[in-house]
């Protein structure tokens, strides 16, 4: 449907749900700032950031800026991303209604530790946890209308499973429909994080299956934090405000 036809259909009354897609490569930092400078260009508000992509279990590779594959997309990108964003997001959100940042985490980060000498080992997860405090704290302190939090779906039968080994997948496959949700149950948490009423000004929470639940201890150090915030800037060529 072109963009003529969707107003056309607006003005008669009809409502009108257009969908766009917009390429994005969450391994190169060049490619989420071509697409953050676009976006941003064309004056658009931001209300809900879902950061959702994520691998798990790929051979180890790296990212075209030198990261480890896991740390460069699961966290990293999103954490470019979103500083590139926060100036939309930020005008977008008001008292009333807040925009909203949600990361897309998962129970592995609960056995995961952040050595800031080495982040380039496989400890995106938690790394991703610690990101979703300090933003929120972050948006607190300097009085903005955004929250962030941190969504875990739980096991979902998705494609994240296909780089198991063989005996692997033939192990999960009875238990698939006992334990494994369906992509659309996945998502439930994140949309409840999204767009629920409830959760409309409330920021640094860990969701599962709808409810707040403790992240890993470590991901309340605020020093900790703040480290791998430091840190985050200075890989992504970011200035630290």
């Known amino acids: 449907m072109g963009f003529e036809t969707a107003k056309h259909l607006a003005s008669l009354g009809m409502h009108v749900l257009m969908v766009e897609f917009v390429y994005l490569d969450l391994a190169s930092l060049k490619s989420i700032r071509q697409f953050a400078h676009g976006f941003n260009a064309r004056g658009l508000p931001l209300h809900v950031l879902v950061n959702n992509a994520g691998i798990m279990l790929v051979p180890e590779r790296e990212t075209e800026d030198g990261f480890e594959l896991h740390f460069g997309i699961n966290y990293l ?3 470019l991303l979103t500083n590139l964003l926060m100036e939309t997001l930020a005008r977008s959100g008001t008292r009333q209604r807040c925009s909203r940042v949600v990361n897309m985490a998962s129970a592995t980060h609960y056995g995961g530790t952040l050595d800031l000498n080495n982040l380039y080992l496989r400890q995106s997860k938690v790394a991703l946890v610690l990101f979703t405090q300090r933003l929120q704290g972050r948006a607190a302190a300097h009085g903005l209308h955004v929250t962030a939090n941190a969504a ?9 499973y296909d780089f198991m080994c063989d005996a692997a997948k033939m192990a999960k496959k009875p238990f698939t429909g006992l334990f494994f949700r369906t992509p659309a149950e996945g998502a439930s948490t ?10 409309e000004g409330v920021g640094g929470r860990y969701l599962y299956n709808g409810e707040d639940r403790p992240s890993a201890d470590c991901t309340y150090d605020v020093d900790l934090q703040a480290a791998l915030w430091k840190s985050s800037c200075a890989l992504t060529g970011l200035q630290e405000a």
Request: charged share 15%.
């Open 152 to 160: 875990d779906p739980g096991m979902v039968d998705t494609a994240l």
């Open 77 to 79: 990108g999103h954490f």
């Open 190 to 199: 994140a949309v409840y994080a999204a767009a629920a009423a409830e959760m």
